[in-house]
């Protein structure tokens, strides 16, 4: 069955550096995947989608990668600011019609000043 | 720009009660969904529906039930609430069911069940 992991441990960085966030899938290969961000108490925010055929889709301090080879996405937030503190969810599609999106369960990210 | 609204935003039952959570979108989706959310588990599929009147099951649906009356609207019923359903529930919607569309999330249902 369909697995996506990403870093359950919390992600500390220091303000101004780059946040590296990592999703990892496995046994099916995904035709897209997307990554929002969750703050508590809130609903998911759409940020970024990148199709497979894409390498890389950035969005002013965001970035996004998407190894089809090494099944990983990687999700970079550069010169990052305590206002980044959030979980970030990876969410492939699920690799069927309109079934919906896939989630992983999230790394909690915390920008420390 | 109300987006996908959800009420009510916390709620108490006893086992056995039903309730109707609810969802509303102004934004003329096709495309609406009802996830819950737990801790360590991530956000799980519940139903489903890619346009008004077709309705469709996701990972978790039992003890579910859904309709799609109007392309505004997708209620998610609860018909005998058990303690395994405490959770939060988010509603999402999208302009079509593919897979290349954002989603759009409520702020989510925090349900209890004693």
Redesign the interface.
């Known amino acids: 069955s369909q697995k996506i992991e990403q870093n359950s441990e919390a992600l500390n960085i220091q303000e101004g550096k780059t946040a590296t966030l990592t999703c990892n899938y496995t046994n099916y290969s995904p035709a897209y995947l997307q990554w929002y961000r969750q703050d508590p108490g809130r609903g998911p925010v759409f940020l970024l989608l990148i199709r497979e055929n894409e390498k890389e889709k950035r969005k002013e301090r965001l970035k996004v990668t998407f190894d089809t080879t090494l099944k990983q996405s990687l999700f970079h937030i550069t010169a990052s600011q305590p206002a980044d503190s959030a979980t970030y969810l990876c969410a492939p599609d699920s690799g069927g019609g309109a079934d919906g999106l896939t989630f992983g369960k999230g790394t909690h990210l915390i920008i420390q000043p | 720009n109300a987006g996908?609204t959800q009420t009510p935003k916390f709620q108490v039952l006893k086992t056995g009660q039903s309730m109707t959570l609810q969802c509303a979108q102004d934004m003329n989706h096709e495309?609406m969904?009802w996830?819950r959310q737990d801790p360590?588990?991530?956000?799980?599929?519940i139903h489903?529906s890619?346009g008004a009147g077709i309705t469709?099951q996701?990972e978790v649906p039992n003890g579910y039930n859904v309709s799609r009356s109007t392309t505004e609207d997708f209620p998610l019923r609860l018909l005998s609430a058990a303690p395994s359903q405490t959770s939060v529930y988010?509603c999402?919607s999208s302009k079509?069911?593919?897979?290349?569309q954002?989603?759009?999330?409520?702020?989510?249902t925090r349900l209890s069940i004693l």
């Open positions: 996908v495309y969904s996830y360590g588990m991530g956000l799980r599929l489903y890619v469709d996701g988010f999402a079509t069911g593919k897979n290349n954002p989603q759009h999330f409520g702020d989510g």
